[in-house]
């Protein structure tokens, strides 16, 4: 079974505080991706990363950071956690050759900053 | 700028008739459409997805029409169930950076009543 694991399902931090969201997927998938959900929003790209070391900017990537040091492993950090960024986190992943659909998506993370 | 835009937030039909939800979008350059459905405190999952080379693409009790002229997606759902209800969401990919990435809509809430 396809899976795609998000280390925290819910967190709770205070201003100011740097935050790590981890994310691994076991499907040998060469992109990962990092979504968050906001009410009346949608999904919107954060930050992806299609090989190991690369990154790229989503539509908005102010305020986040990302690290890919091995193909397995996505962690999307917020340097300095401000109240605005309380929201549903999902880390996704899929093959590059194929982009018929098939963003295998994590149960999400849902981050409360105080 | 919504590039890919849901504009009904919330539909409510009755078990057993047909739910449309509808998606338009602004980018010619999209080369494939997908639907995606998400249950409250999970991840979203893959529903149907279309290439933008055709016009239709079915998969048991859902249908995806695609009108490339008018930049529009719907997908039905007949016959409705109650365990349909969920948020959908239309996504759409393009290449860029020698891979592709995912633009999501706002999501449709639909609410199917038994």
């Known amino acids: 079974d396809v899976k795609v694991t998000q280390s925290s399902r819910y967190l709770v931090k205070r201003t100011g505080e740097k935050v790590f969201l981890e994310c691994v997927q076991d499907m040998d998938h060469e992109n990962m991706f990092w979504y968050r959900q906001d009410p009346g929003l949608g999904l919107r790209l954060i930050y992806f990363s299609y090989d190991v070391k690369m990154k790229e900017k989503g539509d908005i990537p102010e305020g986040y950071s990302v690290s890919r040091e091995k193909k397995e492993r996505f962690s999307l950090i917020l340097e300095s956690a401000s109240t605005n960024q309380t929201s549903m986190y999902l880390c996704a992943s899929s093959f590059t050759v194929q982009n018929t659909g098939e963003l295998f998506f994590g149960e999400g993370s849902r981050l409360t900053v105080l | 700028d919504q590039q890919v835009k849901q504009n009904s937030p919330s539909l409510s039909v009755q078990e057993g008739r047909i739910s449309i939800l509808n998606c338009d979008y602004t980018?010619?350059?999209?080369?494939?459409f997908l639907w995606y459905k998400k249950y409250p405190a999970e991840g979203p999952t893959f529903l149907i997805s279309?290439?933008?080379?055709?016009d239709k693409n079915e998969d048991g009790r859902f249908t995806v029409f695609l009108n490339k002229s008018a930049k529009h997606l719907s997908l039905h759902i007949v016959p409705s169930q109650p365990g349909d209800s969920a948020v959908y969401f239309c996504?759409?990919?393009?290449?860029?950076?020698?891979?592709?990435?995912?633009?999501f809509g706002t999501g449709t809430r639909l609410k199917v009543l038994a």
């Open positions: 996504a759409a990919s393009v290449s860029t950076s020698g891979t592709y990435k995912y633009i």
């Open positions: 279309i290439s933008s080379i055709k």
């Open positions: 980018n010619s350059m999209f080369d494939y």
